[in-house]
């Protein structure tokens, strides 16, 4: 799997603005895409997915792109609140039911 | 309704030692899957149980080793530890379709010295 080792690349932005968090995934069989959020000593939450046959997604304040044709993933977060500051991890799953591959994850630190 | 719990929560074990973590899914789901997260990477999946048995796994050694009992609770167990075994173990529970959602515990903090 991946690795960055112990520093995650970091996005900082202000509360109030909007937020875009990157995933580029490996496999271009995989058909399905979800993106997570873990707080520090918690397990990954659930955010939002997206099957293949889509390119956006809409949920509470989080849209979730998907170009298949450069195998390119965003999560885009709306009005961004310190509640928001956690590591956002994409995952994709290449047909195996639960059988989730992780990408790099990326820390977001919403600033005051 | 509790969501997925896993214990213990922290423990420390030295090398050649085994251990065994414990999964209680969320109510409802039959499906348990086990990851690996190493300190700053992404999980990494291990293994998945439904219906007690094994149905899809990772690359990981012989090792690793798990079992699910018929009210899909799950045990993940580790022999031999090694060093690189130091991590968060995740369970993760789900209804066993392709597309469920997958609710995880917040994990074991296994440190092996």
């Known amino acids: 799997g991946e690795s960055v080792g112990l520093h995650l690349p970091t996005l900082s932005v202000q509360e109030g603005d909007n937020s875009i968090i990157n995933c580029a995934y490996s496999?271009?069989?995989?058909?399905?895409f979800i993106w997570y959020k873990q707080e520090s000593g918690k397990g990954p939450q659930f955010i939002i997915d997206i099957r293949s046959n889509m390119d956006k997604r809409q949920g509470q304040r989080v849209t979730v792109l998907l170009n298949k044709t450069v195998k390119h993933l965003s999560l885009q977060i709306a009005a961004t609140q310190p509640g928001d500051s956690a590591v956002y991890f994409c995952?994709?799953?290449?047909?195996?039911?639960?059988?989730?591959?992780f990408g790099t994850g990326t820390r977001l630190q919403v600033t005051l | 309704d509790a969501g997925v719990t896993q214990s213990p929560t922290h423990l420390i074990k030295t090398r050649g030692q085994q251990v065994t973590l414990r999964c209680s899914p969320k109510s409802g789901h039959d499906t348990v899957s086990w990851y690996q997260q190493a300190l700053g990477q992404g999980p990494q999946f291990i293994f998945q149980?439904?219906?007690?048995?094994?149905?899809q796994r990772g690359n990981f050694p012989d090792r690793f080793s798990g079992h699910q009992f018929p009210n899909y609770s799950s045990e993940l167990n580790v022999n031999a530890l090694l060093l690189g075994d130091s991590a968060l173990y995740l369970c993760a529970s789900s209804l066993g379709g392709r597309f469920e959602k997958l609710f995880f515990g917040s994990g074991t903090q296994l440190s092996v010295l």
């Open positions: 496999n271009s069989a995989s058909d399905y």
């Open positions: 995952a994709e799953n290449t047909g195996t039911a639960s059988k989730l591959t």
């Open positions: 149980y439904y219906e007690e048995e094994e149905r």
